[in-house]
C-alpha cells in the first residue's frame, strides 16, 4: 500500500539526495558521534530506508523543516512497518491535502520538545507533553519501553537537533 504512495511521493527527491549523501559519508565515518552532530532528524530517517514511509508523512504535513529545526526533539519514530499495520487506505488517506492539519497532528503526537535518552525513562508511567499539545504515555517496565500502544525497538539514535527512538506501531492522539 505505501510503496504506491511513496512513489508518488515526489518530495522525496528533495530530501532524499541529501540523505543519501549524508547515508554515503556516514560509510566512511568512523565517529558517529561527530557523524551524528552533523545530521538532522530528518536526515537522518531519510537515510534510513526503515523510515520512508514517515519521511513521505513528514514532507505531505509541511514538517520538514519544523524537524529540521533548533530543537532539541526527541522523535518515537515509527518504522514502515508500522503504517503498514494500520487499516487498508488510512495512510494514503491521510496524505490527501484536505486531511493535511489531521496528518500534522499525528505526527506531532510522535515529537516531544526536549531530549530524553533511554537512560532518562523512569520506571513507571510517566506523562510527556507532545509537540501536538497532548501527552503520552511512556512505560517502562522490566519488559522493556512502551509509548502509548507502541513497543520501543531501538533508543537513543543521536542527531544534530535531538534524539530518535524506534517504535513499532503509529500513535494516534485521542
Do not use: R, W
Amino acid at each position: 500500500m505505501f510503496k504506491n504512495i511513496l512513489m508518488t511521493t515526489v518530495a522525496l527527491g528533495m530530501i532524499g539526495a541529501s540523505g543519501a549523501a549524508i547515508a554515503n559519508d556516514h560509510k566512511d565515518h568512523k565517529d558517529k558521534a561527530a557523524y551524528a552532530d552533523k545530521v538532522d532528524i530528518v536526515a537522518t530517517a531519510s537515510a534510513n530506508d526503515d523510515f520512508s514511509t514517515l519521511v513521505a508523512a513528514v514532507q505531505a504535513a509541511d514538517l520538514v523543516t519544523a524537524l529540521k529545526g533548533d530543537g532539541p526533539f526527541t522523535v518515537f519514530a515509527p518504522t514502515n512497518a508500522a503504517f503498514d499495520a494500520l487499516p487498508d487506505g488510512t495512510v494514503a488517506d491521510l496524505l490527501k491535502p484536505e486531511n493535511k492539519d489531521k496528518l500534522q497532528a499525528i505526527l506531532t503526537y510522535h515529537v516531544v520538545p526536549g531530549k530524553i535518552k533511554a537512560a532518562d525513562i523512569a520506571d513507571g508511567t510517566t506523562e510527556v507533553k507532545t509537540l501536538q499539545g497532548t501527552t503520552l504515555n511512556v512505560t517502562k517496565t522490566a519488559d522493556g519501553v512502551t509509548v502509548d500502544n507502541a513497543n520501543v525497538t531501538s533508543t537513543d539514535i543521536k542527531t544534530s537537533n535531538g534524539i530518535i527512538h524506534v517504535i513499532d506501531a503509529v500513535v494516534l492522539p485521542e
